[in-house]
């Protein structure tokens, strides 16, 4: 993990404490991708006193070490990632949505495949157990094909996801923006689909999670993340050229790459009973992919206890 630096964040690692739950350090992570950019502009709203250290990871599975044993206050992470992790015990909660859509099917521009049917037998890149990951099983469910015997999976982080599809490491690749942006526009790559969300998992996302214990020990910093976070998110829906001009200085892409991927992504905060339903519909998806158990109360792994008040504090409600 890494400090980020571009929008004038510090590498303190110091935490908030106790002591004065709304000052000191809090130290959040996050990605460098398009649904993830609220926590580059937390500072804009975080009370005087507080810092915001921004810690960028590389997946999950480290946002959640870091979480877990006190590396990070706030982690910024997907949806399926959180569930699994909670539902093996480690303590955290997820205490709002962040974002959704981003996911693109990608085969080579000069590939022969037209449907996800073609792809039987083939290899695909995926990071395991993310949005991108159990949407395209389920394609290739809706596709009449077994993703557990059809398709030749390779585990490929995020990151590296765009060269493993341009050095035919893969043939396809389910895949996050900016990827997919870059992708269509170097001439690398071609959709497969246009319409990812349909399946019944929908469009799972991002969220931001906190640790059972500063639920519980420091409710009056989980209500000032929450309500920071809420704020962050109705300031960024008016000000998208900004986010654009940001992000493209940011992670060194030209702002036509940024303005596609931006426009396939939806950035929220709230989380209401239609999205938890489709949260309880996600957890059969995950059963079957063999990354939960069977029977695992999906809605343990959320606390929205602050979200009212964020709600009130924002303004607006998305």
Wanted: aromatic residues 6%.
């Amino acid at each position: 993990m890494a400090a980020a630096g571009i929008l004038g964040m510090g590498a303190e690692r110091s935490h908030a404490t106790p002591a004065d739950d709304l000052t000191g350090t809090l130290n959040v992570s996050t990605f460098k991708q398009t649904s993830y950019l609220t926590a580059y502009y937390l500072q804009r709203f975080a009370p005087a006193g507080l810092k915001i250290n921004l810690i960028e990871t590389t997946s999950n599975t480290d946002a959640i070490d870091a979480l877990v044993t006190g590396s990070i206050d706030v982690g910024y992470m997907g949806v399926i990632a959180c569930i699994i992790a909670a539902s093996r015990g480690r303590p955290l909660q997820a205490v709002a949505s962040v974002a959704s859509r981003t996911t693109r099917v990608m085969v080579r521009a000069d590939s022969p495949y037209k449907t996800i049917a073609d792809l039987k037998g083939k290899t695909v890149g995926i990071a395991k157990a993310t949005n991108q990951d159990i949407i395209f099983r389920e394609l290739v469910r809706e596709a009449g094909l077994d993703p557990k015997k059809d398709i030749d999976f390779i585990l490929v982080p995020t990151p590296s996801q765009v060269a493993a599809l341009a050095d035919h490491t893969v043939e396809a690749v389910s895949t996050s923006e900016p990827n997919g942006s870059i992708l269509l526009l170097s001439g690398i790559g071609r959709e497969l689909v246009k319409h990812v969300n349909h399946t019944r998992v929908g469009n799972p996302g991002i969220l931001v999670a906190l640790t059972a214990d500063l639920i519980a020990k420091r409710p009056a910093l989980a209500q000032m993340f929450v309500t920071m976070h809420a704020k962050t998110t109705i300031w960024m829906l008016h000000n998208t050229e900004q986010l654009i001009t940001d992000f493209a200085k940011m992670a060194r892409l030209k702002e036509d790459v940024v303005r596609l991927a931006m426009s396939n992504t939806a950035h929220h905060y709230n989380i209401n009973d239609t999205y938890m339903h489709n949260i309880t519909e996600l957890s059969d998806s995950l059963v079957d992919a063999n990354y939960l158990a069977a029977g695992y109360d999906v809605r343990k792994a959320f606390d929205l206890q602050f979200l009212p008040a964020a709600r009130k504090a924002a303004g607006e409600v998305v």
